[in-house]
């Protein structure tokens, strides 16, 4: 079945203690992207990656970091997160634009 | 700049009323346009898409969707909106030069038996 896997789901975490979300996918899709959503706003693109090793800022990267050493995995990283990061993430991945993306079930991090 | 606009927050419907959405974008060229729903605690699913061709689309669950160039929309439908349909919908469009998907703020549907 084709997946997209995040974990964790839920995470509550204290301002500045570094996290990783991990992000994977079995589809070999080449394309992954990361993005928050906060009430009102919808979903905003934080980063994304055309390729292994190929990755660029999306609209919100601040704070944000993410690596793509091999296909499957897209972490996204927070070095030092704060209370204004406190959101609901998607991980994404896609195809080609034609089949559209698909979604990760979400990781709701919550920073005190 | 490429943006969707949702003009509603929150709507509220009867079971097995009809229901529309709105979705305006703003796009210089012809848009592919998607339709996406987050049921509570869930990611989101893919509804429908546009690319080209015929305007009006089918989707999953019942709904479709119509692309109206002339008045930049494409706003999503069903004939009988059933309890589960409670959610939240994502108009989204892709800026076809960075292949990004460019989310509207969402429409947050409830449905009262």
């Known amino acids: 079945e084709a997946q997209v896997t995040q974990n964790p789901r839920y995470l509550i975490t204290v301002t500045g203690k570094k996290l990783t979300v991990t992000c994977s996918q079995n589809m070999n899709h080449e394309y992954m992207s990361w993005y928050r959503q906060d009430p009102g706003l919808g979903l905003r693109q934080i980063y994304y990656?055309?390729?292994?090793?190929?990755?660029d800022k999306g609209d919100v990267p601040e704070g944000y970091k993410v690596s793509r050493k091999e296909k499957r995995n897209f972490p996204l990283i927070l070095e030092s997160p704060s209370p204004n990061q406190t959101s609901l993430y998607f991980c994404?991945?896609?195809?080609?634009?034609?089949?559209?993306?698909?979604f990760g079930s979400g990781t709701r991090l919550t920073v005190v | 700049a490429q943006s969707v606009t949702q003009p509603d927050i929150h709507i509220t419907v009867s079971e097995g009323a009809s229901l529309e959405l709105r979705c305006n974008y703003s796009?210089?060229?012809?848009?592919?346009l998607f339709w996406y729903v987050q049921s509570p605690g869930q990611g989101l699913q893919l509804l429908l898409k546009?690319?080209?061709?015929?305007?009006l689309v089918q989707g999953i669950k019942g709904f479709e969707a119509e692309f109206k160039r002339s008045q930049s929309s494409f706003n999503l439908r069903k004939p009988s909106v059933h309890w589960s349909d409670a959610a939240e919908y994502f108009c989204?469009?892709?800026?076809?030069?960075?292949?990004?998907?460019?989310f509207g703020t969402g429409t947050r549907l409830q449905v009262f038996p």
């Open positions: 990656s055309m390729n292994v090793e190929v990755t």
């Open positions: 989204a469009v892709v800026l076809y030069i960075t292949d990004k998907l460019i």
């Open positions: 546009y690319f080209s061709g015929d305007t």
């Open positions: 796009y210089g060229a012809t848009p592919y």
């Open positions: 994404a991945t896609k195809k080609d634009t034609f089949y559209g993306y698909t």
